[in-house]
Nanobody, 119 residues
Framework: VQLQASGGGSVQAGGSLRLSCAASGVIYSVENFGWYRQAPGKQRELVAT???????NYADFVKDRFAINRGNAKNLGYLQMNSLKSEDTAIYYC??????????????WGQGTQVTVSS
């Protein structure tokens, strides 16, 4: 399985972007799905996750600004980012736990998409 994150770009503070995560390969089901980010010189951190049942968890720094949604087996999900701030500048990664069959699965990361917010 390969994940491909897209939708990043350069925007001014206050702007919006929508990230997408596409998947290819053998997918029986998608369990947890989420977005993470890594700013220069910092550790990768959780942005938002959503379980198969729809339980959502947001990092405190994105609450009320970002929204995560699940998609289907080919487009695993999205991250709508509004009211972007310069501190949101980072590479954004999608991550998913994917079942290849009823008994076999794995944890996968996308390659990342750059988000740059200028003030």
């Amino acid at each position: 399985v390969q994940l491909q994150a897209s939708g990043g770009g350069s925007v001014q503070a206050g702007g919006s972007l929508r990230l997408s995560c596409a998947a290819s390969g053998v997918i029986y089901s998608v369990e947890n799905f989420g977005w993470y980010r890594q700013a220069p010189g910092k550790q990768r951190e959780l942005v938002a996750t959503i379980t198969r049942s729809g339980t959502i968890n947001y990092a405190d720094f994105v609450k009320d600004r970002f929204a995560i949604n699940r998609g289907n087996a080919k487009n695993l999900g999205y991250l709508q980012m509004n009211s972007l701030k310069s501190e949101d500048t980072a590479i954004y990664y999608c991550r998913a736990y994917i079942q290849h069959s009823k008994y076999d699965g794995g944890d996968y990361w996308g390659q990342g998409t750059q988000v740059t917010v200028s003030s």
